[in-house]
């Protein structure tokens, strides 16, 4: 009886690790932590003539999700251009980058750049059915300040075009905490944990 106590206590504990490592990042929720209260958005054309139809913004442009959208055509190319962008983050969190939009270009691609303490450059480039594909990524920011980034165009080619309304660049803040459901599942499962370390040892 005493060896199954352990295993069972063994077993437990190394649940409770295998959350404390992967559950938060789960249990995340945008619904808390900081808040966007103000954007910024500009285009720069560094090869090629790219023609704006509709000029970069931010709709909405505050709150926990903001997006990024754009219409571009590349009327002479390959052209590159790349939009800069800044958020005002009211406090410590996560921010999470996820990329949408169509392209005429199935070469096209880029980059979505936003260094805070390490560069994040995950490249984008153009899905068999025309859709602009990203592995999506979360970065930390540690408290109330403007954060830049930039959305890189590397190539795009003459004649083609680049639609991200609504398709779009979401950008979410999360708080970086276990909802108060998951803490309290936490603190049961320590607790448990004790008991069968107790128990063990009798």
């Not at 970065?139 to 309304?165: C, K, R």
């Amino acid at each position: 009886m005493k060896w199954n106590y352990k295993l069972l206590y063994l077993l437990t504990l190394g649940a409770l690790c295998l959350y404390v490592t992967t559950g938060p990042a789960e249990a995340l929720v945008p619904v808390s932590g900081p808040t966007i209260t103000n954007t910024w958005a500009s285009l720069d054309t560094t090869q090629g003539v790219l023609n704006a139809l509709t000029y970069p913004y931010f709709t909405p442009d505050w709150g926990k999700t903001v997006a990024l959208e754009l219409d571009v055509t590349c009327m002479s190319g390959p052209c590159q251009g790349t939009v800069d962008f800044g958020l005002f983050v009211d406090g410590p969190g996560l921010i999470s980058f996820e990329l949408g939009g169509t392209s005429d270009d199935s070469t096209a691609w880029g980059d979505v750049l936003f260094p805070v303490y390490a560069a994040v450059d995950p490249s984008w480039t153009v899905n068999n059915d025309g859709h602009l594909s990203m592995t999506s990524f979360s970065v930390s920011v540690p408290g109330a300040d403007w954060y830049h980034g930039q959305f890189t165009i590397n190539s795009l080619a003459g004649g083609s075009s680049i639609h991200m309304s609504p398709g779009s660049l979401d950008i979410t803040t999360y708080s970086d905490v276990p909802e108060p459901s998951s803490a309290l599942l936490l603190g049961a499962g320590f607790a448990f944990v004790e008991f069968l370390r107790r128990k063990s040892r009798r």
